[in-house]
């Protein structure tokens, strides 16, 4: 195992991976915000799998915070995140300050995938995927990246992401990567940590929530309303959490699914919940079947 090398500017950066294209070498770059669990790990295992180099980044955004939300007390631990990150086979954390992402201040050129950004997450946090699409935009900018990985645990920001790098004709491969969960099927999350005790068992509604949609649909369900009536129920069974939205979708533009669902077609469940301090989000592949 070699050592991660911490680097802080965006200069160095550049001369690293032009020295890692200059050899025909493979690029991936895995973008997080730290405090690092497993599904993070597992994006940097796929990363080390399929690129010659590996650079992982660790930024708090501040761009997609907005002026309530949990910026100052974000969980960070850059120790333990380099080491985790070392474990598995990243060769470089690029940890700039935000004087270093953001000399000028807030930027005056923001990136914004319409449409895709206004739904769901957008409703509830406004101008959070600008921010996210700004900060990724500029991430494969200063990386020059030839695949990035992400997790599909934060969905609609895969899309946002892959959509964006799709119409800016970005030279970068998005890759997809499965949401890790617990044993008991949470998914993992660096805000799971604000859960208390009774609350870390109320956050399973929302897996079941998925598990009931899915069931519904392979039962034969064809409405669509139907389907999120399922979540919907589920989750107001659970007195501490506070559903935010449930919604069926199309995988790619996140529009809700059209009563009656089509045979063979593949949909999105998503799904979010406020239990406890922490908003909770998960969301489940499903295919009508034939
Ligand atoms: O998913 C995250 O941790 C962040 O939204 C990302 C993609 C690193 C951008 O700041």
Redesign the pocket.
């Known amino acids: 195992m070699t050592q991660i090398r911490l680097v802080r500017t965006k200069a160095e950066i550049h001369e690293l991976h032009d020295g890692v294209r200059n050899w025909g070498g493979l690029v991936g770059l895995v ?3 730290g405090y690092l669990h497993a599904g993070h790990l597992s994006l940097m295992t796929a990363a080390r799998s399929r690129c010659d180099h590996v650079t992982a ?1 660790l ?3 501040p761009l ?1 915070f907005a002026p309530t939300e949990d910026l100052a007390s974000y969980p960070r631990d850059l120790d333990r995140d380099l080491g985790l990150a070392e474990q598995a086979g990243v060769d470089v954390m690029f940890a700039p300050d935000v004087e270093e992402m953001y000399p000028d201040g807030s930027p005056l050129t923001t990136v914004s995938v319409a449409q895709l950004d206004a739904r769901w997450e957008g409703v509830s946090r406004p101008g959070h995927f600008a ?2 699409a700004t ?2 935009a500029k ?1 494969f900018s200063i990386a020059g990246p030839c695949l990035a990985f ?2 599909e645990k ?1 969905y609609q ?1 895969l899309q946002v ?1 892959r959509r964006m790098a799709a119409d800016l004709d970005l030279r970068v491969e998005v890759v997809g990567c499965p949401t890790v969960r617990e044993p008991d099927g949470l998914a993992l999350s ?1 805000r799971n940590v604000y859960l208390e005790r009774d609350e870390r068992r109320a956050a399973l509604c929302l897996r079941r929530a998925l598990d009931t949609a899915i069931a519904a649909v392979e039962r034969g369900e064809r409405r669509a309303e139907a389907v999120t009536a399922t979540m919907v129920a589920v989750v107001g069974a659970e007195p501490l959490a506070e559903l935010d939205y449930a919604a069926l979708v199309d995988p790619a533009t996140l529009e809700p699914a059209t009563t009656p669902l089509q045979p063979g077609r593949e949909l999105r469940l998503l799904i979010t919940a406020r239990v406890g301090r922490p908003r909770l989000l998960d969301n489940a592949a499903v295919t009508v079947p034939v």
Do not use: A, I, W
């Open positions: 973008p997080t915000m980044t930024f708090v955004n997609q921010g996210v900060v990724v991430l992400f997790g934060d920001q992401v660096s």
